[in-house]
């Protein structure tokens, strides 16, 4: 399987715009308790870590299972996190909304088009 030049050269580094985006503003936001911020911003380097292993996984190894399960992890962080960002305050809620909302689309669009050899 090859791998497709869209995803890698095109999608991920705006993925990847939007996790270091975001990441400022989980160190700029202060959230209610310290207990949220520290596991909030592990969520975060966790799914870091997540995005860049999966494809790697996916394309050198081919192994699906690896891949889907960490597919999953990365998506239920994703979510994790979106609900950690309703006990934020409310001065950002809508930067914090709006750049999840775009991850998740961005992702969701990086993987649908790895999963086919014919995009070009």
């Given at each position: ?6 995803v890698?050269?095109?999608?991920w580094p705006?993925v990847?715009?939007f996790?270091i985006?975001?990441?400022?503003l ?14 909030i ?15 790697i ?8 299972w ?6 999953l ?5 994703s979510?994790?996190i979106?609900v950690?960002?309703?006990l934020s305050?409310a ?6 909304f ?6 998740v689309l961005?992702?969701a ?12």
């Open positions: 399987m090859e791998i497709i030049p869209v890698y050269y095109t999608i705006i990847f715009c996790i985006a975001t990441l400022f989980l160190y700029t936001e202060k959230i209610q308790t310290p207990n949220y911020r520290f596991w911003q592990y969520l975060f380097w966790i799914n870091l870590v997540v995005l860049v292993i999966w494809p996984t996916y394309f050198a190894y081919g192994n699906w690896v891949a889907f399960g960490m597919l992890i990365m998506l239920s962080l979510i994790a979106l950690l960002m309703g305050s001065k950002r809620k809508w930067w914090y709006s750049f999840y909302s775009v991850y961005w992702t669009f990086c993987v649908y088009f790895s999963l086919y050899d014919n995009v070009y």
